[in-house]
């Protein structure tokens, strides 16, 4: 099994390889920010106190792809969520489209470069600046999850509870899996957190559920 980043594995699950984003809901708006984030902060590079980001270690080669993020955060830092929200989103509610200098748009670039050079995502129709998923990629993330979550015949560590939790809250789970199957997802979530020798899943759901209580007050910033 290839082992890629949380961000990059987001990244299969959602990605449409669309020019626009519809600013009211959450897939667009801060799904794959909030997986670079969260990426940043448990693999100890970014560091989110009293609701500011602060750069606390150099870039990891593993974060390599996010590089767009940590370079903002290192040079603005300490940056509150919202004014990370603010450059990497639509700045005109009229348009809908993501501006090209975005950080959402460079993650996007960034990210699906990665992938690409994996074999796991393709540009789309030749364009450098778009990239979508290959099938067997995107199925093979959904399989992982399952096999995790629901059949339990994987072992559970923080980047898959991160994920999970990330696409449950967007609505991903549900698109992809019975209500059954998501109610079995998320009582795995809550019990693993609660045996000490799944630090790493703990830590990756504080984070998470701190990060998102951050988030729920974006949707109505002054664009």
């Known amino acids: 099994m290839m082992v890629i980043s949380l961000t990059q594995r987001f990244f299969l699950c959602t990605e449409t390889g669309s020019e626009s984003v519809d600013i009211r809901d959450e897939k667009g708006m801060f799904g794959l ?6 990426e940043l ?4 590079c970014v560091c989110i106190e009293e609701k500011k980001v602060r750069a606390c270690a150099p870039l990891s080669e593993g974060c390599a792809p996010l590089a767009p993020l940590y370079n903002y955060i290192q040079r603005k830092g300490p ?3 919202g004014k990370i929200a603010r450059a990497s989103f639509v700045k005109d509610i009229l348009l809908l489209q993501l501006p090209n200098d ?3 748009w460079q993650l996007r670039q960034s990210v699906g470069t990665a992938l690409e050079l994996r074999g796991l995502a393709q540009s789309r129709d030749g364009k450098k ?10 199925q093979a993330e959904f399989a992982e999850l399952r096999a995790t979550l629901i059949d339990r015949t994987l072992p559970l560590d923080g980047d898959t509870a991160a994920l999970a939790l ?3 809250k967007m609505g991903v789970l549900a698109e992809r899996f019975s209500a059954a199957d ?12 609660q045996r000490e020798e799944n630090a790493a899943v703990l830590l ?17 910033l002054p664009w």
């Open 79 to 81: 940056v509150s969520v």
């Open 182 to 193: 998501c109610q079995k997802m998320r009582a795995l979530l809550t019990q693993a957190a």
């Open 102 to 104: 975005s950080l959402s």
């Open 204 to 220: 990756a759901m504080q984070h998470f559920e701190r990060l998102w209580k951050l988030n729920t007050a974006l949707a109505f």
């Open 166 to 168: 990330l696409l449950d």
């Open 41 to 44: 902060e448990l693999s100890g």
């Open 129 to 138: 600046a778009l990239y979508l998923p290959t099938l067997e990629a995107m």
């Open 33 to 38: 920010v909030a997986a670079a984030l969260l």
